[in-house]
């Protein structure tokens, strides 16, 4: 499908971030599709790095389910031509000025595109195989494009909301604590009970102790440091730390 225009149709203004997003249209997309709504959950976690409110996560949620396929495809046609009436009456009777407010913000934000017709009508155009040739409303490729960017912020805002708490750290030490006895299957260091029981954690637990014999002497355990020593010299230190 040929993009046609990159400026809004009435008197919006025209901006550097909407031109720029503009031009990202065109590059290739980081993944080929993506579950609508797992990106929308993602989005929702991340909903603080781009300022969003629940509204306008709702306004999102209504566009993507006005498509009937369930992935976001690249290459297909991933224009929303549905008017303002519909998505009103699909938001739950929302005001269309509050509509227009919250796809402003979804614009601003980046995450949709404007492609508007000569008119500011919102159509598509099939051939006669039943192809989409052109379309005019909103694109959500923008949405493939900021995938793994998305994922990125869910997957930090998660941590945070982990962290934000004493439970949610401990959460995530025990979460640590089975990879490693997984991994190593030291008994002896990891002892976890199971991944539903709970546990009294305390600091104490952490402290790994051993016997250790230690030498006080006046001698450096060093050769010729510039020389064929220096392995041997850091090894001995490494090993005394």
Do not use: H, W
């Given at each position: 499908m040929q993009r046609l225009t990159t400026t809004s149709f009435g008197r919006r203004q025209?901006?550097?971030?909407?031109l720029e997003a503009v031009a990202r249209l065109d590059r290739p997309a980081p993944v080929a599709s993506m579950d609508k709504w797992e990106l929308l959950t993602q989005l929702t976690a991340a909903r603080e790095s781009y300022e969003l409110s629940d509204r306008t996560l709702r306004v999102l949620a209504v566009l993507l389910g006005v498509r009937r396929e369930r992935e976001l495809i690249d290459g297909s046609s991933l224009i929303v031509y549905a008017s303002n009436a519909t998505l009103c009456e699909r938001a739950h009777g929302m005001p269309e000025s509050t509509l227009r407010r919250h796809l402003a913000a979804l614009v601003a934000c980046g995450l949709i595109a404007r492609h508007d017709?000569?008119?500011?009508?919102?159509?598509?155009?099939?051939?006669?195989?039943?192809?989409?040739?052109r379309a005019y409303g909103f694109d959500l490729r923008p949405l493939l494009l900021r995938a793994g960017e998305i994922a990125h912020h869910a997957r930090a805002a998660e941590i945070r909301a982990l962290l934000a708490d004493e439970d949610g750290r401990w959460r995530i030490v025990r979460s640590e604590l089975r990879d490693m006895k997984k991994r190593f299957a030291d008994e002896r260091r990891t002892h976890i009970e199971g991944p539903d029981a709970v546990v009294?954690?305390?600091?104490?637990?952490?402290?790994?102790?051993?016997?250790?014999?230690g030498t006080y002497t006046n001698g450096t355990p060093?050769?010729?440091y510039r020389g064929a020593g220096r392995p041997e010299a850091m090894?001995?230190?490494?090993?005394m730390m």
């Open positions: 025209v901006t550097a971030a909407q017709s000569p008119n500011g009508k919102r159509y598509q155009r099939r051939d006669a195989s039943g192809s989409v040739v009294e954690y305390a600091a104490e637990d952490y402290i790994i102790k051993e016997d250790v014999y060093v050769e010729a090894f001995m230190l490494e090993r």
